[in-house]
């Protein structure tokens, strides 16, 4: 009952931001679009797109380093597969899909996987905070309530950065400090809680090298690089539809997409991609016809979408899984 609430809650998230995307098009606008597009930009995305997972896959190889010795080339497709299963499963259970494959092949436990993924994702949120708050002081012109939540935004990096140090060097003044917050909302599950707490726990200890100030270091300079090629792939994407953008702004839409797609919606993000771009071009006041900002989006998703699930979906056979494999794997 629960998981057809929220499968329903993400088709009526994605139909409501599509519609929302649409608004001001018109079918002959955005063929013409297409019709003018630069498709010379497609390898260019592709060969981003391939650095950007490459990055990811370095970075999960050195978190898991302390406690797994695996290889670039055994971490790669699980990676994918992960992500593919969020392209064509429901409620982004990607993350929990590449536990399970790394559990299964390698014998990792999974809580020590499923740390590392945790901590990526924190680290992925400091990157992408701080590159959209970048984007956003360094664009000109912008509405100062942007600019101002420029700073906000920056604070909020700081905020975090202070939070994964103390979680990592004082892991327990950080989890007494968790166990006290998750009390002010009595509404969560005491199984939650709890589960949270010893994730943290294991996670921290299965973590140790981290408290490395070198590799911190370098894991943070990883994030931030995966994240500015991702919000290349997305000025590209702009430019091949003659959209007149910088390299900066192409930071404020990934920064934007990022959060966007954080949001309940159908497997793949459809819609509401297409709607972040929307908000982004009317955001930093762009001259620019929607239909020309909807085909932009929907050239930079599928020129993800399809590449990823495609190279998932091989790995996934190549390793011995099916998809039926990674169904029970998210429900579990």
């Known amino acids: 009952m629960k998981r057809a609430f929220f499968v329903t809650l993400g088709i009526v998230v994605s139909v409501a931001c599509f519609a929302l995307s649409l608004q001001g098009t018109n079918q002959k606008q955005l063929t013409a679009a297409f019709a003018g597009a630069n498709y010379w930009s497609l390898p260019v995305m592709l060969g981003l797109l391939f650095l950007f997972y490459w990055l990811k896959t370095l970075r999960w190889q050195w978190l898991l380093a302390p406690v797994a010795k695996l290889t670039f080339g055994q971490l790669f497709p ?6 593919a299963a969020n392209n064509i499963l429901p409620a982004h259970l990607g993350e929990f899909v590449r536990v399970f494959v790394v559990r299964k092949k390698y014998g990792v436990p999974a809580t020590t996987v499923l740390s590392t993924v945790v ?43 202070i939070a994964v140090v103390v979680y990592l060097i004082w892991t327990e003044v950080f989890l007494t400090f968790m166990t006290w917050s998750m009390s002010w909302f009595p509404f969560l599950p005491e199984k939650l809680t709890t589960g949270v707490i010893e994730m943290l726990r294991n996670g921290a200890h299965g973590l140790a090298s981290l408290r490395s100030g070198k590799a911190v270091f370098l894991i943070a300079i990883s994030s931030l690089a995966q ?67 909807l085909g932009s989006s929907l050239y930079y998703h599928m020129s993800m979408w399809i590449p990823v699930t495609l190279l998932g979906l091989y790995y996934l056979q190549q390793m011995g899984f099916s998809l039926k494999d990674l169904q029970k794997a998210a429900v579990e």
């Open 78 to 83: 699980p990676m994918l597969i992960g992500f």
């Open 119 to 161: 901590l990526e994702r924190i680290f992925d949120v400091l990157a992408i905070l701080a590159l959209f708050g970048v984007g956003l002081f360094f664009t000109n012109d912008l509405p100062d309530k942007y600019r101002n939540a420029a700073l906000l935004l920056g604070v909020g990096a700081s905020v975090g950065v």
């Open 227 to 293: 994240w500015f090629i991702n919000g290349l792939i997305a000025y590209v994407a702009l430019k091949a539809f003659h959209i007149d953008v910088t390299p900066v702004e192409g930071l404020i839409v990934t920064g934007v997409t990022a959060i966007g797609v954080m949001i309940p919606s159908t497997p793949g993000y459809f819609g509401v991609i297409q709607v972040c771009f929307k908000v982004s071009m009317e955001a930093l006041q762009v001259p620019v016809a929607a239909s020309t900002v």
